[in-house]
C-alpha cells in the first residue's frame, strides 16, 4: 500500500481574487503533521508541497497523484486557497493565475 499526499497552498492572486496569507501556512503545517510518525507517518518522499503554484503545475500534479495507483492506496489531496463556483454551480480550485470575470473562470 502507498501513502502519497499532494498539499497546494495559494496564498498570492492576480488582481480580483484577494490575497490568502494563511493558505501556504496551512499546507506547511498539514505537511509536518504528515512527516510526524505518529500521526501522519508519511515519508517525505511522497509528499509533494506546492506554494503559489500556476493551473498547468496543479493540473500535472493531481493527475500524477491519481495515476497508475491501487485501490488500497492512500492519496491524499488538500488544498488550502480560494475556490470559484461557476453559473452551474461548479467548483474550481483557484490558482494563483486565475482571473475571474462575470461568466466564471478563465
Do not use: C, W
Not at 51 to 61: L, S
Not at 62 to 77: A, M, P, Q
Amino acid at each position: 500500500m502507498a501513502k502519497v499526499a499532494l498539499l497546494i497552498g495559494v496564498s498570492e492572486y492576480e488582481p480580483g481574487l484577494n490575497p490568502l496569507p494563511s493558505a501556504v501556512r496551512d499546507v506547511e503545517a498539514v505537511y509536518g503533521v504528515l512527516l510526524h510518525s505518529e500521526m501522519g507517518g508519511f515519508a517525505a518522499s511522497d509528499i509533494t508541497l506546492l506554494k503559489n503554484p500556476e493551473r498547468q503545475v496543479v493540473e500535472m500534479a493531481i493527475e500524477t497523484l491519481f495515476s497508475g495507483r491501487h485501490k488500497d492506496d492512500l492519496l491524499l489531496l488538500y488544498f488550502s486557497g480560494h475556490g470559484i463556483k461557476d453559473d452551474r454551480g461548479r467548483l474550481y480550485l483557484a490558482t494563483r493565475n486565475t482571473s475571474k470575470t462575470p461568466i466564471g473562470n478563465n
